[in-house]
């Protein structure tokens, strides 16, 4: 027997009732709904996939000595790395990374969030200059809105820090883009009250006002908490009461939180429990910890403890090991720990302590610094050698043909002209 079939005015009574269903999604009745519509909600499962893999790496750029971004996106995939954050949205860097499949986040720095917060029209002027030209051929997966400003002096950026990542979100809705770019903010561990043992680490109380309604929205965007987690900084500032090798990742006895019985090895994992202990106190145990910064300096004054190669070398590749297993913390062993090293270059020009021009995996003519087992552009056992290939002469371009030869003095005198 034939199948039925339908009639055209059938049809036509199936589409309409289907438009009328989609106009009930759309237009929800429960006035408590109306409060969160300006919100893309995304569940743990569901968020915007902003990290390949759980490896990635923070492409600092305060020098004047740096190669043209062009040669760092050949670096990045010599050493196959494809998760990069950068601290602005330098359109040099943009370009760049057009059509290479890497994945990058740009930064609103912190200078630009008491305008955006004032004015939404500042915060969809930043996303028409430096990201609608870029996006989808530049892979932009997130933006993070200012760096570190909680905890800090300046009360003033505090107060504007919620109200700049609204406006962004709200110009990204508007863009159709703010379910494809991940929004977020990175904190430095002052953010906490303490944070030892993990268990105890509650977040300050006089930074609740600020922390509150942030958390409150990236628990319904589905963004996760970004912490820039520093071993390193946590031995120099007491070495004499935390044991390098537990900073290391380096056999040593480990510590026991005496209210869990949790078992910690390394201090890495220790700070990602702590933060999320921290979530959990403050209602938001399901939010993800992801690390924006971490890293050892391979040089530094007298004064910083344990500033030096051979530590740098260790941290960095114990952790890059630590990652590649694709497991959690011993408070979270489901949630994957994901990390940005800090840095991909040394940054001659960076104010402060020699810690802060020494975290460079690589030196500026794309040797490695900090050897991870990562491969650079330049053999790094060997300085550059005049008669290297054409071929190899002309993969990496014009900037490292000058660099090699201005390297080398000349055996004659030229005149002007």
Not at 384 to 409: C, E, I, M, N, T
Request: hydrophobic share 40%; net charge neutral; aromatic share 10%.
């Amino acid at each position: 027997m034939a199948p039925p079939r339908w009639k055209s005015g059938d049809g036509r009574r199936r589409r309409l009732l289907l438009l009328l269903f989609c106009c009930l999604l759309a237009f929800p009745c429960h006035a408590q709904q109306v409060t969160n519509n300006n919100i893309s909600h995304r569940s743990d499962q569901g968020g915007i996939h902003s990290f390949v893999g759980t490896y990635g790496i923070n492409y600092g750029r305060i020098a004047d000595n740096l190669p043209p971004p062009e040669v760092v996106v050949r670096l990045l995939k010599l050493a196959k790395i494809r998760n990069v954050k950068i601290y602005d949205a330098e359109h040099k860097v943009l370009d760049a990374f057009r059509g290479t499949g890497l994945n990058l986040v740009v930064a609103i720095p912190n200078e630009f969030l008491k305008d955006m917060a004032a004015n939404p029209a500042k915060a969809m002027d930043w996303l028409n200059e430096n990201v609608q030209p870029y996006y989808p051929s530049t892979r932009i997966v997130g933006i993070t809105v200012g760096n570190e400003v909680l905890g800090g002096a300046d009360t003033g950026l505090a107060e504007a820090l919620v109200g700049a990542v609204l406006n962004v979100h709200d110009a990204l809705r508007m863009l159709r883009l703010d379910t494809k770019i991940e929004l977020s903010t990175p904190h430095s561990e002052g953010v906490f009250a303490n944070s030892y043992p993990p268990s105890a680490c509650v977040f300050k109380d006089e930074l609740m006002v600020y922390l509150r309604p942030l958390l409150d929205f990236f628990s319904k965007t589905g963004a996760p908490f970004y912490v820039n987690a520093y071993p390193f900084l946590a031995y120099m500032s007491d070495p004499s009461h935390i044991d390098i090798n537990y900073a290391l990742f380096k056999p040593n006895a480990g510590i026991v939180d005496p209210k869990t019985g949790l078992h910690y090895d390394n201090m890495f994992d220790a700070q990602l429990d702590a933060a999320y202990f921290a979530l959990e106190a403050a209602g938001y145990s399901g939010m993800e910890v992801r690390v924006a910064e971490t890293g050892w300096a391979s040089a530094g004054d007298a004064t910083e403890a344990g500033a030096n190669m051979e530590n740098a070398v260790t941290y960095d590749r114990n952790l890059r090991k630590r990652l590649f297993l694709r497991k959690g913390t011993p408070y979270r062993p489901d949630r994957v720990a994901k990390a940005y090293i800090f840095a991909l270059f040394n940054e001659n020009l960076k104010p402060g302590p020699t810690t802060e021009r020494h975290y460079g995996l690589f030196k500026p003519d794309g040797s490695v610094s900090i050897n991870i087992g990562l491969k650079g552009l330049l053999p790094s056992s060997a300085p550059p050698h005049p008669l290297l290939p054409f071929k190899v002469l002309h993969a990496l371009g014009s900037w490292f043909l000058d660099r090699l030869l201005s390297s080398f003095p000349s055996t004659t005198t030229t005149s002007g002209g």
